[in-house]
């Protein structure tokens, strides 16, 4: 098979027959082998009714419907540990972005040899400070702190070779850095497309300003576990080692000079009176802290060693 397009979609009923027909349309044009599976995450409304009368009318859609709502990152995941296309697509399911762009989406992909082509909405036709102008900044930051540049990380519409979806783990609220995700796992040819955009026609945006504060923490999140994920020790042994060898050296001068105050006669001298008794005292429980930590770090990545986190790219 050509070409799997993923939707993920929430409470989208007025949309579904339109996208699928376009989707339909433009595949069959282009002369692509392909299947769409919609992945309903949990919807309210009439759209799991929709998708299985598209499904009894059709046998290029698949439908996976989840018990609840458990957001846009986990229905990627079902859908990617299932598609079979060489390349592909994931698109949302308001008609915000166009299925028109999905051949040359998929002729970048399989003939410019890219990993992932991402959508850019250059124009784009949202509320101008709820979304455009925060969109920026997070933007700009992810592409700071990521070193992935891309212009718009959370475009709905992106395609994919089969390999970089089936490699990649997409969890939490980890859908707006994919591009980033598949980086870390080694896929660096990316690149982007501008596509068209249009204001939402049915319904309404299913995430709020919100958004922008959990991308701005799973950034921190992932720009921490991409470097030091693997190996915890490193950022949190070496800080705490350090930590303890300054508070240990303190209280053991601490210890000796009131050790030869007192091979002097001098008694009166509380040691607790000297501030460096505390600070002695918070670095050596600080440093030890931390040491655990990284040490427990490393001894959960020992548990999970079955989870992959490297990826082949070839072996003959
Ligand atoms: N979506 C989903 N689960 C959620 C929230 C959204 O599957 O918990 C889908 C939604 O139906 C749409 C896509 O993700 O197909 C993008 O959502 P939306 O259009 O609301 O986001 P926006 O365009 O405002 O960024
Ligand atoms: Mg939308």
Redesign the pocket.
């Known amino acids: 098979m050509n070409l799997s397009v993923v939707?993920?979609?929430?409470?989208?009923e007025a949309s579904l027959e339109e996208l699928y027909s376009r989707i339909r349309k433009v595949c069959t044009e282009a002369g692509l082998s392909y299947d769409v599976w919609f992945?309903d995450?949990?919807s309210t409304d009439n759209s799991w009714e929709i998708i299985q009368v598209l499904r009894s009318q059709n046998e290029h859609i698949h439908g996976i419907r989840f018990s609840r709502?458990?957001?846009?990152s986990q229905?990627l995941h079902a859908a990617f540990s299932r598609v079979e296309g060489e390349v592909v697509i994931t698109m949302?399911?308001?008609l915000?972005d166009f299925p028109e762009e999905i051949p040359e989406l998929y002729r970048m992909v399989t003939e410019e040899n890219y990993d992932i082509v991402s959508g850019w909405k250059k124009k784009r036709y949202?509320n101008v400070m709820t979304?455009n102008m925060p969109s920026k900044l997070f933007n700009a930051a992810a592409r700071k702190v990521s070193g992935v540049f891309l212009h718009d990380f959370?475009c709905?519409l992106k395609a994919y070779k089969k390999q970089v979806v089936k490699s990649i783990d997409v969890y939490g609220d980890m859908h707006r850095y994919i591009p980033v995700l598949a980086a870390n796992a080694g896929f660096r040819r990316i690149t982007e497309k501008e596509v068209q955009h249009q204001a939402?026609l049915y319904g309404?945006?299913?995430?709020g300003t919100e958004?922008f504060i959990r991308g701005f923490l799973d950034l921190i999140t992932l720009w921490f576990v991409s470097r030091f994920g693997g190996r915890p020790m490193h950022f949190f042994g070496a800080g705490g080692t350090l930590m303890f060898i300054v508070g240990f050296f303190s209280a053991l001068w601490l210890g000796i000079s009131k050790l030869m105050e007192m091979s002097k006669g001098v008694y009166g001298n509380l040691i607790a009176r000297n501030p460096w008794f505390y600070i002695a005292l918070t670095m050596m429980l600080m440093g030890t802290m931390l040491f655990i930590a990284g040490f427990l770090g490393e001894m959960i990545i020992r548990t999970n060693r079955e989870h992959k986190n490297y990826h082949i790219d070839q072996i003959i």
Do not use: M
């Open positions: 939707v993920p979609l929430l409470n989208e992945v995450d949990g709502n458990y957001g846009k229905a949302d399911a308001d915000q949202d979304k959370n709905g939402r309404a945006s299913k995430f958004r």
